[in-house]
């Protein structure tokens, strides 16, 4: 089972394990590419090592936690989840979709968010149905909502269970 965390809150299933949050060259917040060296091989040979030094047969017998993991390319996002890696946090990625929502929907509506009448139909037209705050509110969650679908299917959860 893996669990996609936003900010600080998720759902977590009482089985007995625990997790890890091993640092693999993951940071939080948000960088220029280039600028974060993700090394997931070290999540790999953790899992080898640990497994040796308990003579277990389980080639996974350690969970992992993806602190950090906005902007990670999908490939490494694959590659610490063949690691073990059961729940992986995004908020930055999604706070930017909110945003980036919002955003697009003022520079949409612009002309019409500069007063309560007027607008590029008219000088005498409303323009409620535009500064509502639930419809910019709105745009923020739609985009939030996009980002979380690219995710879970980023992180293989799409029709698992």
Same mark, same amino acid.
């Given at each position: 089972?893996?669990? !996609? ?10 089985? @007995?394990?625990?997790? #890890? ?6 940071? &939080?917040?948000?960088?220029? $590419?280039?600028?974060? %060296? +993700?090394? $997931?091989?070290?999540? &790999? ?11 277990? %047969?389980?080639? *996974? $017998? #350690? ?18 989840? =063949?690691?073990?890696?059961? =729940?992986?946090?995004? %908020? ?7 945003? %980036?929502?919002?955003? @697009?929907?003022?520079? *949409? &509506? &612009?002309?019409? +968010? ?11 037209? $409303?323009? *409620? *149905? ?17 980002? !979380?679908?690219?995710?879970? =299917? ?6 698992? !269970?």
């Amino acid at each position: 089972m893996l669990v !996609l965390t936003v900010g600080r809150r998720y759902l977590q299933v009482p089985n @007995g394990q625990f997790t #890890v949050a091993a640092s693999f060259g993951n940071v &939080h917040g948000v960088y220029a $590419p280039g600028n974060v %060296d +993700l090394q $997931p091989v070290i999540l &790999h040979n953790t899992q080898e090592y640990i497994s040796k030094k308990l003579g277990t %047969d389980d080639k *996974k $017998p #350690v969970k992992f936690v993806f602190h950090g993991g906005s902007g990670s390319s999908v490939e490494d996002i694959q590659y610490a989840i =063949k690691a073990g890696v059961v =729940k992986m946090n995004i %908020d930055t990625d999604t706070q930017w979709a909110f945003w %980036d929502g919002m955003r @697009g929907y003022e520079a *949409k &509506h &612009h002309d019409y +968010l500069q007063g309560q009448i007027g607008n590029p139909d008219g000088a005498s037209k $409303p323009n *409620k *149905k535009y500064y509502d705050p639930r419809m910019v509110l709105r745009a923020g969650e739609e985009t939030m909502r996009d980002r !979380l679908v690219q995710a879970a =299917k980023d992180l293989n959860c799409i029709d698992v !269970l």
